[in-house]
């Protein structure tokens, strides 16, 4: 995102080097800066602590038939990526993390979206869908690097996971 106005006052911005950053829209009446700045959300990868090499990953409205993704979601105001991704995790498919571990972050273009990249570890059971998840399912390693999306975000986190291992 990148800001015309400051969200403070309203005032127009104008550019000003500021250090290295080069030219960056400043507003002159609050006397500060405003980088540009993207969305950040989690994305998790949910991994069973109970049969190893298990992988729960779900549908929604916009994902073709043969194909899954990791739970994600927004960060809110004043909250972690962890507690955003355990949050995301227990709203979505309805099983509490039993723990998460970071994995890296990744850029999402198309909507400039910085996604910080967790595996979470929870008991394996039966799942209590969202309203956002259309279908959830347990799926082996094998399995779930077939129906993540080529190219996509969700495989390149499982595929780093699969590193730490």
């Not at 015309?4 to 080069?22: N, Q, R, T, V, Y």
């Not at 309203?131 to 999306?149: C, G, H, I, T, Y």
Request: glycine residues 6%; proline residues 7%.
């Amino acid at each position: 995102m990148k800001f015309s106005f400051c969200p403070d006052c309203g005032s127009g911005l104008e550019p000003k080097i500021i250090g290295d950053e080069g030219y960056v829209p400043f507003c002159k009446k609050c006397d500060r800066p405003w980088f540009p700045l993207s969305y950040t959300c989690t994305i998790t990868l949910v991994a069973s602590d109970t049969v190893p090499e298990e992988f729960a990953l779900i549908q929604q409205y916009n994902i073709p038939d043969d194909r899954f993704i990791c739970v994600a979601g927004y960060l809110k105001p004043g909250e972690s990526a962890e507690t955003t991704s355990l949050r995301e995790v227990e709203e979505e498919i309805g099983l509490k993390p039993l723990h998460t571990n970071y994995i890296g972050s990744y850029y999402l273009e198309r909507r400039d979206q910085l996604m910080l990249g967790f595996s979470a570890h929870v008991k394996k059971a039966e799942f209590t869908l969202s309203d956002e998840v259309d279908k959830a399912k347990w799926f082996s390693a094998e399995e779930a690097e077939r129906v993540l999306p080529p190219n996509s975000i969700a495989l390149n986190l499982f595929m780093d996971y699969l590193k730490t291992k």
